[in-house]
């Protein structure tokens, strides 16, 4: 059994926040942060000491001490207006509801920031799930067939995912990817553009 970790890779996450959210300031709109699976916080607490944000909302799906509202993050993004300038999306496995959902939702800002963690948690290390499957164009029925971990299929969800960003009416601005990622984790950050 893999044992699930909050915050492996945890310089390599900070890191990849301290970029976006550089980016973010610079246009100029402010820091607001939607922390959609905050847990106990870890990385939001170290990186409001070198940041303060205009505002901060963090949900999760648990029980989780203040700040933190307990809340399932897909739903709050499809029935709430999204004001935030970076939504933080730290699954422990594949945020592909949440991107869907959140490139759907009525944004506030012409311009987001928003860091993915592209995992595949659980039994099925390094397989792709429905959504995923769905985005890439392939069947779900297909997924017996497929072999369970494959590192083209990781790399084909990637741009999948920028791909979806684009028909559903964004452009990708900028992107990273955090250094040094485990075999099974991808962290991504994305600048996000809504097309007119
Ligand atoms: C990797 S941990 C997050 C660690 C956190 N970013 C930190 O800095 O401590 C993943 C968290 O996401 C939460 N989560 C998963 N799906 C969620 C959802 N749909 N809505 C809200 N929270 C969710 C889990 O309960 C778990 O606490």
Partial sequence: MIKQVDNGMLGAKLDL????????????????VLDCCAGDRVLWKRLEREWKPDSYVGLDIKRKPAPV?????????????????????DTYGEPWKHWRTLLRANWTHDRIGVCLT?????????????????????PTTWRKRLPPACDARREAAVDACM???VE?????????????????????????????
Avoid: F
């Avoid at 926040?17 to 607001?32: A, C, M, N, T």
């Fill in 17 to 32: 926040r301290r970029w976006l959210i550089q980016r973010v300031l610079e246009e100029g709109k402010g820091l607001h």
């Fill in 69 to 89: 509202l307990k809340a399932d993050s897909v739903r709050w993004l499809r029935s709430m207006p999204l004001k935030a300038t970076l939504v933080d999306v």
């Fill in 118 to 138: 592209m995992g595949n948690g659980g039994k099925a290390m390094g397989a792709l799930g429905n959504a995923a499957l769905k985005a890439l164009g392939i």
């Fill in 163 to 165: 791909y979806l960003a």
């Fill in 168 to 196: 559903l009416g964004c452009t990708v601005l900028d992107t990273r990817e955090a250094g040094g990622a485990n075999r099974w984790t991808r962290y991504i950050a994305v600048m996000l553009e809504r097309r007119g």
